[in-house]
């Protein structure tokens, strides 16, 4: 047997089915996606019709329902759903089976409260299951500040009474090109030294979504779904190098320097800056780099490699 088939018969004797045995789809249920402007609920939103779920069981839930008018032309419903205010969460869920919670956008103790907030609503409003989407490394300790509002909100989930889904996305492939502007003169530059991340597309994790929304043997699981292949920073600025002909140099800087230049470069607030600071530094730790399959048994292929992503997202 050649090295490559022993390799391949062994990542599919590791390939548990998920979910095993044939699924029905879930029919007649009516799901609720939060952060539907946003680009990963909107994705999820468009993902799910696209699949075949008909737009009348989809609810978007946002802050601003006035600019969900494109999902609104697709027989989407709109929903105000705000996580800071648990009045528009009774609102937004009565009446819904399954909440798609996307993981806000505000600083740790803030998001922290509206992810218990919208939690506690789904429990109020006699919602059967949550859908949450976390992060590869949840350790409370780590550098990358965000993990802690992810294991909280897990805890709080598995305390819900609730069937819930986690979701434990990699780094976002997507992100990637807003901290390489300039690199064409100045190189890349973060706190990473050597550790890797296993990126990953939004759009890989929406049709991911909309698998584990539709189809039925999730309830009590956890997922991590990231991408397959593994590169640090210095692999990124290598990756440019070759696609441009030209050297792109990598420089390893203190998280705070980093943050400092973050906040001037981009006017973003220190408390957003220190944090993705933070989460490259935490890719040294080596959370960042895991590989479950659990990408590959929900969809039946792999995810698009964060090199290929890449080159999409430049044009290179
Ligand atoms: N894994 C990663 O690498 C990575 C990277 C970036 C972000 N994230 C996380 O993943 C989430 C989705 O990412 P994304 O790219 O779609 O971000 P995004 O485009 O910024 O969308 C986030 C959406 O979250 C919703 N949201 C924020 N605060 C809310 C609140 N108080 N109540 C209700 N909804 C609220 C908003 O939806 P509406 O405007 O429609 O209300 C917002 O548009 C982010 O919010 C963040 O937690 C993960």
Do not use: C
């Amino acid at each position: 047997m050649t090295l490559p088939a022993f390799i391949y018969i062994l990542r599919i004797g590791n390939m548990r089915p998920i979910p095993s045995g044939p699924q029905p789809p879930q029919e007649h249920i009516m799901i609720l996606i939060t952060g539907a402007t946003g680009q990963l609920g909107n994705a999820v939103i468009n993902t799910l019709i696209e699949s075949g779920t008909p737009a009348a069981q989809i609810v978007a839930g946002t802050r601003k329902p006035d600019a969900a008018a494109a999902l609104e032309a697709k027989g989407v419903q709109l929903r105000k759903a705000d996580y800071a205010d648990p009045a528009s969460l009774d609102a937004a869920f009565n009446g819904i089976d399954t909440l798609y919670l996307v993981s806000g956008d505000a600083p740790i103790d803030v998001r922290i409260e509206h992810h218990r907030n919208a939690i506690a609503a789904a429990v109020r409003n006699g919602v059967k299951r949550i859908v949450y989407t976390s992060f590869v490394d949840t350790a409370e300790d780590s550098p990358f500040g965000f993990a802690r509002i992810h294991a909280d909100t897990e805890r709080t989930l598995a305390e819900s009474g609730l069937e819930f889904t986690i979701l434990r996305h990699g780094v976002y492939a997507d992100i990637l090109p807003a901290f390489l502007n300039g690199y064409a003169e100045r190189g890349v530059a973060s706190p990473n030294q050597h550790g890797k991340a296993r990126f990953i597309r939004r759009a890989d994790l929406a049709a991911a979504a909309a698998k584990v929304l539709t189809t039925g043997g999730h309830p009590g699981k956890t997922y991590t779904l990231t991408g397959p292949t593994a590169l640090n920073m210095a692999d990124i600025a290598a990756v440019l190098e070759t696609r441009t002909g030209k050297p792109v140099a990598y420089h390893s800087l203190p998280t705070s320097d980093y943050a400092s230049i973050l906040v001037k470069a981009t006017g973003m607030p220190q408390w957003l800056a220190d944090a993705l600071a933070g989460m490259f530094a935490a890719m040294d730790r080596g959370g960042y780099d895991i590989q479950t399959g659990d990408f590959a048994r929900l969809l039946g292929r792999d995810a698009m490699p964060v090199e290929a992503a890449l080159v999409a997202q430049l044009g290179l």
